[in-house]
């Protein structure tokens, strides 16, 4: 879902309750969408078009093992808060503002829309364990 900028400055906060078919996220090789995502949460306007967004992502991902490779469910929770700046804000020439920003862990959006389709896309990505071992495999190693 694409949630314009306007709308959240309109609404103060808006809440986010969203299924994503898992044909619509393409995660890469080593990890396959077997569940639509769930996204509940909600929106906030920050202030100077930086929009706050906390929530908790929920989805089920096939993953190969790294031993065995043997492939394997697994169900992710993942709570998350992230503020989203303008590209326009974060590139460019180093301001003082500027500068300030890039100490801070932010994301930035194109500034006229927030797309949570690619938002969860990233937190999924970014939560993928590196070297997934199948419930057996862990199991061998404890
Ligand atoms: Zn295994």
Redesign the pocket.
């Known amino acids: 879902m694409k949630i314009q900028l306007q709308n959240i400055i309109t609404n103060r906060k808006i809440k986010i309750n969203e299924k994503i078919p898992q044909n619509k996220i393409k995660l890469g090789e080593n990890a396959k969408l077997v569940s639509p995502i769930t996204i509940n949460g909600f929106m906030e306007y920050a202030g100077k078009e930086e929009v706050y967004f906390e929530g908790t992502l929920k989805a089920k991902v096939i993953l190969t ?6 492939e ?1 469910e697994q169900e992710f929770e993942i709570p998350f808060s992230e503020s989203y700046i303008p590209e326009k804000f974060a590139s460019g020439n180093s301001g003082r503002e500027n500068r300030e920003l890039e100490e801070l862990d932010v994301y930035t959006y194109n500034g006229i829309f927030i797309d949570t389709e690619e938002i969860a896309r990233q937190i999924i990505i970014e939560n993928l364990p590196p070297y997934p ?6 199991a061998k190693t404890e």
């Open positions: 093992c790294v031993k065995c490779l043997s394997f071992l199948c419930p057996v495999c862990r």
